[in-house]
């Protein structure tokens, strides 16, 4: 096997991928909170319908998804024909990328997110309800810290952000489904990975894999500090954190 040479590699599907998934990040986020919360409050025999729903993503093929979106958004539906119809070519384009490492991404967040909620001590809700605060200054400022009180949510929401991010800039099938391989645009590293190797270009798609292999790697060490810190948090100053979390 030839060795590369730096100048002669294309770097884009690196900055491709984390652009994609860093974008996707702030909709998996913002997702992830209002669907975990809104699913908390559900009757109880509408929960798992909702639940399952959030979460079939996680356990179909991606491939499946990219075909689901891409039925969806693409011009043979009347939704793709309006969304055209108004100058917007979702298909085949980076925002597409982007709507599929949201989609992959999401359940993580939200099984992370929720479980963190259902584990949360409702006695300190109730206390700040006793004195006065409002709900979101209870859901914000109490449920989702995540470096103060290390009892709380916030260590668990950390470790959903982290894995969706990693899914989502790991994503290959609805990628390629909904986005296509456009180098520069919308080839992420899975899928540069995939043609590299299809072309017979063994050095660039090797060179791709110890990249993902690092990146991972890195991703799950920090899953692991920050784990580790906060059970420390947890043995040394948990009690304590109850009473500041309210004040």
């Not at 974008?23 to 998996?28: H, R």
């Not at 969304?83 to 980076?94: E, N, P, R, T, Y």
């Not at 989609?103 to 997110?113: D, H, S």
């Not at 993902?212 to 948990?238: C, D, E, P, T, W």
Request: include cysteine; glycine fraction near 10%.
């Amino acid at each position: 096997m030839k060795f590369l040479s730096p100048d002669n590699m294309d770097y884009r599907p690196l900055w491709v991928s984390l652009k994609t998934a860093g974008v996707a990040m702030i909709f998996i986020f913002i997702l992830g909170i209002l669907a975990a919360r809104k699913t908390m409050n559900v009757k109880s025999r509408w929960k798992g319908l909702f639940d399952s729903l959030f979460t079939i993503p996680m356990v179909l093929p991606p491939t499946v998804c990219g075909f689901i979106l891409l039925v969806i958004f693409g011009s043979s539906t009347p939704f793709g024909r309006w969304l055209m119809d108004h100058g917007i070519q979702l298909v085949f384009s980076w925002p597409a990328a982007v709507l599929a490492a949201t989609v992959v991404g999401f359940p993580l967040m939200y099984r992370t997110v929720r479980g963190a909620f259902e584990s949360f001590d409702e006695t300190l809700a109730y206390s700040g309800q006793t004195l006065g605060l409002s709900n979101a200054y209870i859901f914000w400022r109490i449920r989702m810290p995540v470096c103060r009180q290390g009892i709380l949510a916030g260590p668990s929401i950390a470790a959903g952000i982290v894995l969706a991010f990693a899914r989502a800039m790991g994503e290959f099938g609805a990628t390629l489904f909904v986005a296509g391989n456009y180098a520069g645009v919308t080839q992420t590293m899975p899928i540069a990975i995939y043609f590299a190797w299809m072309g017979g270009n063994s050095p660039v798609a090797v060179f791709w894999v110890i990249v993902v292999i690092i990146i991972s790697f890195v991703i799950i060490l920090i899953i692991n500090i920050y784990s580790a810190h906060a059970q420390r948090y947890r043995k040394a100053g948990g009690k304590g954190a109850k009473e500041d979390a309210i004040y």
